[in-house]
């Protein structure tokens, strides 16, 4: 180690720089997750508009409560695949608010889109609704998170 050059000392921790990012990068959560929230979101919508408020009212707690139990075990995005376990410092401490806020923006466009339908007299508003947001969750969630932490730099 005596004889490293200040160019190859500079090249080595640049090096490491770049691999930490591309594993920063990889933080996020199962593809699973996102196909089982998706899942949810669909029945929560199918609920909604075919059963009784009673009904609409404990799958909406039963869905949150089974998502935050979930969500708790997985929302630091550090539990990716078996295979790695990123630190807390590389993953960012930012990456459960980040999906809470996805989340959020999520029901917001559900319920906009379900009104939307409502008015133009679709007599499904909240099933199509659901299944359109749900399609964006299932397919597209992981990209959505990659994109929203790289911009809170998260």
Known sequence: MDNVAPD????AL???EQARRRVAEEVGLPRAYWWGMAAGWVILGVIGDLGPQ???????LIFGAGHSFVASRLLDGRHRTDQVRVSAAVAGRRTPIVVVGMLLALVVLTIGVAMALDADGDRSPGI???VLVA???G?????????LRRWVHA
């Open 128 to 130: 199509w609704a659901a």
């Open 14 to 16: 640049d090096a490491v």
């Open 54 to 60: 009673w009904l609409v009212i404990a799958a909406t």
């Open 139 to 147: 397919f597209g969630g992981p990209e959505i998170l990659r994109v």
């Open 8 to 11: 190859q000392a500079r090249a």
């Open 135 to 137: 399609s964006i969750i």
